[in-house]
């Protein structure tokens, strides 16, 4: 029993971790798309 415990525990934990990379990703993505955007935004005020 405790050994169920123990594996679903870790199931877990390693789901939450690859989660976390994969937003950290997505959030790395969004941030330099916005920075593209703004650049271009000012070549064209200018």
């Given amino acids: 029993?405790?050994?169920?415990?123990?594996?679903?525990?870790?199931l877990l934990a390693m789901g939450v971790l690859a989660a976390c990379?994969?937003?950290q990703g997505a959030g790395q993505d969004i941030e330099t798309a916005g920075e593209a955007v703004s650049e271009t935004a000012e070549d064209v005020q200018e």
């Avoid at 029993?1 to 870790?10: G, Y």
């Fill in 21 to 23: 990379e994969t937003v």
């Fill in 1 to 10: 029993m405790i050994r169920k415990r123990v594996s679903l525990i870790s």
